[in-house]
T-cell receptor, first 113, second 115 residues
Framework: AQSVTQLDSQVPVFEEAPVELRCNYSSSVSVYLFWYVQYPNQGLQLLLKYLSGSTLVESINGFEAEFNKSQTSFHLRKPSVHISDTAEYFCAVIPTSYGKLTFGQGTILTVHP | EAQVTQNPRYLITVTGKKLTVTCSQNMNHEYMSWYRQDPGLGLRQIYYSMNVEVTDKGDVPEGYKVSRKEKRNFPLILESPSPNQTSLYFC??????????????FGQGTRLTVV
C-alpha cells in the first residue's frame, strides 16, 4: 500500500515570491508521481507527472517538481507565483505495475497581492 | 472535447432519500473511479471499475453503490444518504487502469449536502 503526506495544509505567499509545496510518499513498490491542481469551484487537473527519466519535471505554467527517490519526496516549486496560482494542490502516487491512485491531503496555496 | 461529465453539480437532499450521481466519459476509457473530497483528508476512493461489469471497493465504500453497465457511464448510488455523506464527489476516468496511460481525467465535481 502507498501513502502520501503533504506537509503543509496551507501556504500563504505574496505575489512574485517563490514557493515550495512539500510532498513525501511511502511505498513498498516503485511508483509514478503526480501533482494535480484544483482551482476554486473546479475539478482536478493534472499539473505535472514523473514517470521515468529526468527526475526534474516541469509544467507549462512555470511549476517544477523533483523526484528524490532516496528521500521519497516530490516537492513542487515555482520561482515566482501569480495571483492566478491560488488553488489547492494535490500530490498523488500510483504503483508502476498496477494499483490505485493515492492522494495526499492537499495544500491550499493562497497568493496575496 | 475529451471530458468527464458529472450531474448534478450541486444537490441538497434529506436523510434516507435515494439519489444517483451520474458520470459519463467520452474518451473510451476502461477505468473509472469515484472519490470523495473532505477538508484535511484529501481525496479518498469510494469505488472503481476496471471495465464493464467489473467493479471493486475503494477505501470508503460503505453507504455507496455503483454500476458499470456501459463503458462510458459509472453512476454513484446512495441508497439511504446520511449527513456524514455530505461531501464533494469527483468521478475520474483513465485508459488502461492507470498503467498504460497514467493520467486521470476528473469531472467538475458534485457538491452533496444531506440534511
Amino acid at each position: 500500500a502507498q501513502s502520501v503526506t503533504q506537509l503543509d495544509s496551507q501556504v500563504p505567499v505574496f505575489e512574485e515570491a517563490p514557493v515550495e509545496l512539500r510532498c513525501n510518499y511511502s511505498s513498498s513498490v516503485s511508483v509514478y508521481l503526480f501533482w494535480y491542481v484544483q482551482y476554486p469551484n473546479q475539478g482536478l487537473q493534472l499539473l505535472l507527472k514523473y514517470l521515468s527519466g529526468s527526475t526534474l519535471v516541469e509544467s507549462i505554467n512555470g511549476f517544477e517538481a523533483e523526484f528524490n527517490k532516496s528521500q521519497t519526496s516530490f516537492h513542487l516549486r515555482k520561482p515566482s507565483v501569480h495571483i492566478s496560482d491560488t488553488a489547492e494542490y494535490f500530490c498523488a502516487v500510483i504503483p508502476t505495475s498496477y494499483g490505485k491512485l493515492t492522494f495526499g491531503q492537499g495544500t491550499i496555496l493562497t497568493v496575496h497581492p | 472535447e475529451a471530458q468527464v461529465t458529472q450531474n448534478p453539480r450541486y444537490l441538497i437532499t434529506v436523510t434516507g432519500k435515494k439519489l444517483t450521481v451520474t458520470c459519463s466519459q467520452n474518451m473510451n476509457h476502461e477505468y473509472m473511479s469515484w472519490y470523495r473530497q473532505d477538508p484535511g483528508l484529501g481525496l479518498r476512493q469510494i469505488y472503481y471499475s476496471m471495465n464493464v461489469e467489473v467493479t471493486d471497493k475503494g477505501d470508503v465504500p460503505e453507504g455507496y453503490k455503483v454500476s458499470r453497465k456501459e463503458k462510458r457511464n459509472f453512476p454513484l448510488i446512495l441508497e439511504s444518504p446520511s449527513p456524514n455523506q455530505t461531501s464533494l464527489y469527483f468521478c475520474a476516468s483513465s485508459l488502461g487502469g492507470f498503467t498504460l496511460n497514467t493520467e486521470a481525467f476528473f469531472g467538475q465535481g458534485t457538491r452533496l449536502t444531506v440534511v
